[in-house]
């Protein structure tokens, strides 16, 4: 298609191979899973172009896809990749996901009662209990 061509996203969703029927692709659309251009959407009748950026929440996964074209049919997969890139952010390592305050020092065990009740004044210090 030309560059200046628009698509539904539902059926850009079906012949990208992102979601398996068109039907599927307008409710996931229509219930808030897509932003278009950080912008959330809630119709399946939404135009998208070459250059979107497009984000879905399916369950628990978040994708970060560039639309780099329309589609004309549902092909095979290799030719739907050819309809965007996955432009999204790698995961973080399970070792670097843990906050600061979770960490200690190899070997030390359980906080005591006494180490539990300076963590919870540190954290909570407007509390008189």
């Known amino acids: 298609m030309e560059p200046t061509a628009r698509q ?8 990208a191979r992102i979601i398996k029927s068109r039907t599927l692709a307008g409710k996931f659309a229509a219930a ?15 135009q998208i172009k070459p250059g979107d950026v497009l984000t879905l929440t399916q369950e628990r996964r978040i994708l970060v896809l560039r639309v780099l074209g329309c589609g004309n049919r549902r ?8 309809l965007y890139e996955d ?9 670097e996901a843990k906050p600061v305050a979770a960490r200690r020092e190899p070997g030390s065990g359980r906080p005591t ?16 209990a």
């Open 8 to 15: 539904r996203i539902d059926k850009w969703l079906f012949f």
């Open 32 to 46: 808030g899973n897509v932003r278009v251009n950080s912008e959330k959407i809630d119709q399946a009748s939404v």
């Open 75 to 82: 092909g095979p997969a290799p030719e739907a990749q050819l």
């Open 87 to 95: 432009i999204t952010p790698k995961p973080v390592a399970a070792g």
């Open 113 to 128: 009662k006494r180490d539990r009740r300076k963590i919870d004044q540190f954290r909570h210090p407007d509390d008189d």
